[in-house]
């Protein structure tokens, strides 16, 4: 079972919409989880972490699902500038804090 | 303002031939990370280091080293690059839990 694994994709919404991410995770001792959003040919940049009672910035709310080891991104009203790879991401708690990233979900949102 | 910077954007070289990968980080971050992205696989962790002159491995390091004499400063190394090392190589540093990226090098290996 791979550490982090997540629905490819992509996930085309009409803009307005709202879409909904997941992502599960392996190792029940993770104690840090986080959502990056990667464009086409950029660098990964932080969104948002994802903390034990949900956080919520704006359009987007993320949830952790410890008993079931998932993570959640929700994206209301969707933009077209929302368009892009959200990577998953988890601290694995193992020594050095390993950060493990997720292959990443795509998102298309077209007018 | 964080910034991480690489020193090239597009690479080509030769089978054989020896590569560097420069990173620099102008945050005073103790953590540092050389991670390939290639489609489908996503991110997969080469080496890090949490200090100068020290240097640990990740997930798949065969095939490449890393050099830390500054703070500031991680180089990747291509010993003898292969064609399989065709990749977009990023550079990361760390602050606690969030990871800053360089804008990545995109290697071809001919």
């Known amino acids: 079972r791979k550490e982090v694994e997540q629905d490819p994709g992509p996930f085309n919404v009409p803009e307005g919409a709202t879409v909904a991410f997941n992502c599960t995770y392996s190792n029940s001792a993770s104690q840090s989880f986080f959502w990056y959003r990667q464009d086409c040919r950029k660098e990964p940049k932080l969104l948002m972490s994802?903390?034990?009672s949900g956080n919520e910035d704006g359009r987007f709310t993320a949830q952790l699902n410890r008993a079931s080891q998932y993570i959640s991104l929700l994206i209301r009203d969707s933009k077209l500038s929302d368009s892009a790879t959200y990577l998953c991401?988890?601290?694995?708690?193992?020594?050095?804090?390993?950060?493990?990233f997720g292959t990443g979900t795509r998102l298309l949102v077209s007018p | 303002d964080v910034k991480v910077t690489q020193s090239s954007r597009y690479l080509v070289k030769r089978t054989g031939e020896k590569v560097f990968l420069e990173c620099v980080q102008d945050m005073d971050h103790e953590n540092m990370f050389w991670y390939r992205q290639d489609p489908g696989l996503g991110l997969r962790l080469i080496y890090f280091?949490?200090?100068?002159?020290?240097?640990e491995k990740g997930d798949i390091p065969e095939g490449y080293s890393v050099s830390r004499e500054k703070k500031e400063r991680f180089s990747l190394i291509l010993e003898s690059a292969s064609t399989n090392q065709t990749s977009m190589y990023l550079c990361?540093?760390?602050?606690?839990?969030?990871?800053?990226f360089g804008p990545g090098t995109r290697l071809t290996v001919t």
């Open positions: 991401v988890v601290n694995m708690n193992t020594g050095f804090q390993k950060l493990v």
């Open positions: 280091s949490y200090d100068v002159k020290m240097k």
């Open positions: 990361a540093s760390k602050a606690w839990d969030e990871q800053y």
């Open positions: 994802v903390y034990s």
